[in-house]
Nanobody
Framework: QVQLVESGGGLVQPGGSLRLSCAVSGSIFSINAMGWFRKAPGKEREFVGS????????YYADAVKGRFTISRDNAKNTVWLQMNSLKPEDTAVYYCAAAQWETPQAMTRNRGMDYWGKGTLVTVSS
């Protein structure tokens, strides 16, 4: 009963920035942690970042730490992923995920996701 819809993907040059949004609808109170994952062509889906329900705790994959920032505003039913200093290696389909009960730490181990968006493509290229 929760739906996630990503937006904001597109083509960006290396070193550029992009902000992804995830609109959450349905049973909002059923959601605890939120996270972002990505899947590059020919590669396995990987964890990108996650955030606690109150937004005070965040986790990031080493590959994006210092460059990406995850945030949320429950009043707006929205989660964002601000991506800076983008690299060609960041090219992937980015997925928003939600956990009903699990913590954002669980998401770092690819566990706890109950709902997924359909993804938005991010292409980093000149």
């Amino acid at each position: 009963q929760v739906q996630l819809v990503e937006s904001g993907g597109g083509l960006v040059q290396p070193g550029g920035s992009l902000r992804l949004s995830c609109a959450v609808s349905g049973s909002i109170f059923s959601i605890n942690a939120m996270g972002w994952f990505r899947k590059a062509p020919g590669k396995e889906r990987e964890f990108v970042g996650s955030i606690s329900r109150d937004g005070t705790i965040t986790y990031y994959a080493d590959a994006v730490k210092g460059r990406f920032t995850i945030s949320r505003d429950n009043a707006k039913n929205t989660v964002w992923l601000q991506m800076n200093s983008l690299k060609p290696e960041d090219t992937a389909v980015y997925y928003c995920a939600a956990a009903q009960w699990e913590t954002p730490q669980a998401m770092t181990r690819n566990r706890g996701m109950d709902y997924w968006g359909k993804g938005t493509l991010v292409t980093v290229s000149s």
